[in-house]
């Protein structure tokens, strides 16, 4: 299963984004997120497309079932700089979408 | 809390093997799912396979068959990957990461391991 990304985007803190994930055949609602900073491991955002996972702000937000998926971070802050990841386990093997570089202006 | 600690950086030779290790604590080892993933830049991330602790059974991205074979070793819950026959393609990170259950993402992970294959 191809999860197709767009590259990157460059927003400025307080602004609210949405990356998106569109998979090339349903996933169902096992579509997850994660968040790499670079040097670092990912982690863990979002899982079954809209549960937030413990210790992450609110700020993030997960929606979408079956081919398109949506993260959203409202607001923006410096901090989240970083790339972004959606995976899918629904379809075997399990797949991840090219990531979305996020940059704050 | 959980942790994940893996080997530190291997530089191997071409058709060379090499075997990483991910020691856990902090949570149940032997009822756990334990994933392997590659990155390399720009390629993003692959999932390389999943191996049950509890009875060693494991389940391979067929892209993975053959090159990866996955191992535990309960008593110092630790997670083992086998890499064999390494080329150029194989120079990559590789992360160990717990596995939640039937659906399957990865909500601990290893630092990674960066690995190199030159002579």
């Known amino acids: 299963t191809v999860l197709t990304q767009s590259p990157a985007l460059a927003v400025s803190p307080g602004e609210r984004i949405t990356i998106s994930c569109r998979a090339s055949e349903s996933v169902s609602t096992l579509m997850h997120w994660y968040q790499q900073k670079p040097g670092q491991q990912p982690t863990l955002l979002i899982y079954l497309a809209s549960n937030l996972e413990s210790g992450v702000p609110a700020r993030f937000s997960g929606s979408g079932s079956g081919t398109d998926f949506t993260l959203t971070i409202d607001p923006v802050e410096a901090d989240d700089t970083a790339t972004y990841y959606c995976?899918?386990?629904?379809?075997?093997?399990?797949?991840f979408g090219g990531g979305t570089k996020l940059e704050l202006k | 809390q959980v942790k994940l600690l893996q080997s530190g950086a291997e530089l191997v030779k071409p058709g060379a093997s090499v075997k990483l290790s991910c020691k856990t604590s902090?949570?149940?080892?032997?009822?756990?799912?334990m994933s392997w993933l590659k990155q390399v830049p720009g390629p993003s991330i692959e999932w390389i396979g999943w191996i049950y602790a509890g009875d060693g059974g494991t389940n391979y991205n067929q892209k993975f068959e053959g090159k990866a074979t996955l191992t535990v070793d309960k008593s110092s819950s630790t997670a083992y990957m086998y890499l064999s026959s390494l080329t150029s393609e194989d120079a990559a990170v590789y992360f160990c990461?717990?596995?939640?259950?039937?659906?399957?993402?990865?909500?601990?992970w290893g630092q990674g391991v960066m690995v190199t294959v030159s002579s």
């Open positions: 995976q899918q386990t629904w379809n075997d093997p399990w797949t």
């Open positions: 990461a717990r596995t939640y259950g039937g659906s399957s993402y990865f909500d601990y």
């Open positions: 902090g949570f149940t080892f032997s009822t756990s799912y």
